[in-house]
């Protein structure tokens, strides 16, 4: 699933190719993909893009009178740039047809759970919202205070929308190698020290994989948007060494491929996470759908 620094990248690439420009129409695949009635697609043709933004891992096209097209990728779904009015077929759901260029929103597999809203003003445009914060946007009392309304892993509060915004389980387990923390750790149990720790951790990391991925698309459109990269310390990287220690890269997988990847040396003082013993723990304490990892 795209993450924060995945659309951040689309949204830096879709600027430079979108603002100001006409919508000619909106071509749909399927209609499937389009999950709301009113606005209907046709009231956006012609209308202007005033801006792009990001809602959690949704990205927002902002159109002329307040109407916003709220595309949610979702785990499968990317986008993709191509020559003007370009045939709409598979994997592609719904094209956008501008002057310089069709932006494509594509999907594959056979779940189609990527998705396109058109809503009309800000209110609409809010029901949209998960509810987490932006780290940019805050400081280590912020995020503290929103990782302790409930007691829950780390794992699963940097991950959940509705605490924080644009995580999942990629840079979540990223995140945590970086600050030295268990992923089961339970957010009651931090200490001062260690809350300081994470913060830093967590804005570090973002930052960083936004600005290189950003720096690797350049003036092109990203074609390999993926949570699996080679670069990264543990996030699919089971059995590899982790860059820091050496050590081989534990796993543990749990609930429709959801998982998470630690280092034993740096994380766990060198305890192995079984699944077996943490069953119980986490089946109160760990998305059971995908819409509760968006």
Same mark, same amino acid.
């Given at each position: 699933?795209? %993450?924060?620094?995945?659309?951040?990248?689309?949204?830096?690439?879709?600027?430079?190719?979108?603002?100001g420009?006409?919508?000619?129409?909106?071509r749909?695949?399927?209609?499937?993909v389009?999950? &709301?009635?009113?606005?209907a697609?046709?009231?956006?043709q012609?209308?202007?893009?005033?801006?792009? &933004?990001?809602?959690?891992?949704?990205?927002?096209?902002?159109?002329?009178d307040?109407?916003?097209?709220?595309?949610h990728?979702?785990?499968?779904g990317?986008?993709?740039?191509?020559?003007?009015?370009?045939?709409?077929?598979?994997?592609?759901?719904?094209?956008f047809?501008?002057?310089?260029?069709t932006?494509?929103?594509?999907?594959?597999?056979?779940?189609?759970?990527? &998705?396109?809203?058109?809503?009309?003003?800000e209110?609409?445009?809010?029901?949209h919202?998960p509810?987490?914060?932006?780290?940019?946007?805050v400081?280590?009392?912020?995020f503290?205070e929103?990782?302790?309304?409930q007691?829950?892993?780390l794992?699963?509060?940097?991950?959940?929308?509705?605490?924080?915004?644009g995580?999942?389980?990629?840079?979540?387990?990223?995140i945590l190698?970086?600050?030295?923390? &268990?992923?089961?750790?339970?957010t009651?149990r931090?200490?001062?020290?260690?809350?300081?720790r994470?913060?830093?951790?967590?804005?570090?990391?973002? %930052?960083?994989?936004?600005?290189?991925?950003k720096? %690797?698309?350049?003036?092109g459109?990203?074609?390999?948007?993926?949570?699996?990269?080679?670069?990264?310390?543990?996030?699919?990287?089971?059995?590899?060494?982790?860059?820091?220690?050496?050590?081989?890269?534990?796993?543990i997988?749990?609930?429709?491929?959801?998982?998470?990847?630690?280092c034993a040396?740096?994380?766990?003082?060198?305890?192995?996470?079984?699944?077996?013993?943490?069953?119980?723990?986490?089946?109160?304490?760990?998305?059971r759908?995908?819409e509760e990892?968006?």
């Open positions: 699933m795209p %993450e924060l620094p995945d659309i951040e990248t689309y949204l830096h690439c879709l600027r430079a190719r979108l603002d420009e006409p919508l000619y129409q909106i749909l695949a399927s209609p499937f389009l999950r &709301s009635v009113e606005p697609p046709a009231s956006a012609g209308r202007r893009v005033t801006g792009l &933004s990001r809602l959690g891992k949704r990205i927002i096209i902002a159109l002329q307040e109407l916003y097209l709220v595309i990728l979702m785990i499968a990317r986008l993709r740039w191509e020559q003007p009015a370009v045939a709409l077929r598979r994997p592609a759901l719904a094209a047809d501008f002057p310089a260029g932006l494509l929103l594509t999907e594959a597999g056979s779940k189609k759970r990527a &998705s396109l809203h058109l809503v009309s003003g209110e609409g445009l809010t029901a919202d509810g987490g914060i932006e780290l940019a946007q400081d280590v009392a912020g503290r929103a990782m302790t309304r007691n829950h892993t794992k699963r509060s940097l991950s959940d929308p509705r605490i924080l915004s995580i999942g389980n990629a840079y979540s387990d990223e190698h970086r600050a030295g923390m &268990s992923p089961f750790k339970q009651a931090l200490t001062d020290d260690e809350w300081g994470l913060f830093r951790a967590a804005r570090e990391v973002l %930052e960083q994989w936004t600005e290189r991925l720096g %690797e698309v350049g003036d459109f990203p074609h390999k948007v993926t949570a699996f990269r080679e670069d990264f310390a543990v996030h699919g990287r089971y059995r590899k060494p982790c860059p820091v220690c050496g050590s081989p890269v534990q796993r997988v749990y609930a429709q491929k959801n998982e998470a990847n630690y040396r740096c994380q766990t003082e060198g305890r192995l996470l079984a699944d077996r013993a943490l069953s119980r723990l986490l089946k109160s304490d760990w998305p759908t995908l990892l968006e």
